[in-house]
């Protein structure tokens, strides 16, 4: 099975238009009616031409569309639909990523659903989606738009810790991920030092939590490294909680156990840059660091980051049409 989503212009407006009757119209009615299903193949063509749209097939054919629809500093999602066919194959999920993907570089991605629609309010939910406006029977639901950071060495891996620690105040989660090696720890290195808190940052290779005092007016930092935790339920047998309304919480090995912790959390993933890796390792130079470039993806998840910049309509086009 092979899955596909590409970017489309106004020469896809007829697919583009025959997936959303088709998904639209297999849905139960709705009152007022979707827009989606008024649209005409005209209107679709000339949404395209302002700023595109993406396409996903299955082995071939079209199942699942989207519109993009720049406004500001973010995307609109519109039109998303999978036709039913095709539901259930991670036709959505791939539709979303590639929505992100095309919306890099701008600071969200917005979406309007119906609150009848409880399922579809639940999809986005779980996309780390938050309910930002209410005016029935329309939810508006926000996500922001992870950034992208290139760093090459270590100490710029300690200077992205310091500037993300800027914008961290106490009862805030940080979920750290990445191979071995990736960086985690000078990460926290430099955010911990940015925080002004006491002790050395180091890998917990025995301790599974440490706490770091407050050095001033600033948050403690409590510094978890979960990777010999086996689930949620033993990072929950540390007791956390009591530290965690004060502190700043930065987790290693966080994902898949540490989201429980708090209703948002900055995600930070850590990986080698790809093609980079040869470059510099094994040079030998004296005092040089092996040059290992990392790529880190910040995103902000949940209420706590949820103002995500004005919806006002600029016009202006962030989103390239692709054809
Ligand atoms: N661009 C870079 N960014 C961060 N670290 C780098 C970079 N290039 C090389 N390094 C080196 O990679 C190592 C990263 O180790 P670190 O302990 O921070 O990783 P970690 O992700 O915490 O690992 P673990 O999973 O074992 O806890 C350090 O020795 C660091 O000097
Ligand atoms: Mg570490």
Redesign the pocket.
């Given at each position: 099975m092979s899955l596909s989503v590409r970017r489309v212009g106004p020469s896809s407006a007829a697919t583009v238009h025959a997936l959303i009757q088709e998904a639209f119209g297999s849905r139960p009615p709705l009152d007022p009616p979707a827009d989606a299903l008024s649209d005409t193949v005209e209107a679709i063509a000339t949404r395209l031409a302002l700023s595109g749209g993406l396409l996903a097939k299955l082995d071939g054919e079209p199942v699942g569309t989207l519109l993009l629809e720049p406004v500001g500093d973010g995307v609109y999602i519109r039109r998303f639909c999978v036709v039913s066919a095709a539901r259930g194959t991670g036709v959505a999920q791939a539709m979303v990523q590639a929505a992100t993907e095309a919306a890099r570089g701008t600071s969200w991605l917005r979406i309007v659903a119906r609150e009848e629609l409880p399922r579809t309010i639940a999809f986005w939910a779980r996309r780390g989606f938050v309910q930002t406006d209410r005016r029935s029977p329309y939810v508006e639901m926000v996500r922001p738009v992870p950034s992208f950071h290139e760093?090459?060495?270590?100490e710029?891996?300690r200077a992205l810790g310091a500037e993300v620690a800027e914008e961290l105040q106490p009862g805030d989660l940080v979920l750290?991920t990445?191979?071995?090696?990736?960086?985690?720890?000078?990460?926290?290195?430099g955010l911990g030092a940015a925080l002004g808190v006491e002790g050395r940052i180091t890998?917990p290779t025995f301790i599974i939590a440490r706490e770091h005092a407050a050095g001033g007016d600033g948050p403690e930092l409590v510094h978890v490294?979960a990777?010999r935790l086996g689930s949620a339920a033993e990072l929950d047998d540390l007791d956390l909680d009591a530290a965690l309304e004060e502190a700043v919480t930065v987790v290693?090995?966080g994902e898949g156990k540490a989201e429980g912790l708090a209703e948002s959390r900055m995600q930070v993933r850590?990986t080698r840059t790809p093609g980079a890796s040869d470059t510099g390792a094994g040079s030998g130079a004296e005092g040089a660091?092996?040059?290992?470039?990392?790529t880190v993806e910040i995103t902000r998840l949940g209420p706590r980051w949820a103002r995500y910049g004005h919806a006002e309509p600029t016009g202006r086009l962030t989103v390239e049409p692709a054809d």
């Open positions: 760093v090459p060495t270590p710029a891996m750290l990445g191979e071995l090696g990736a960086g985690k720890t000078t990460f926290t290195q890998s490294d990777y290693e090995w850590i660091e092996e040059l290992e470039p990392r």
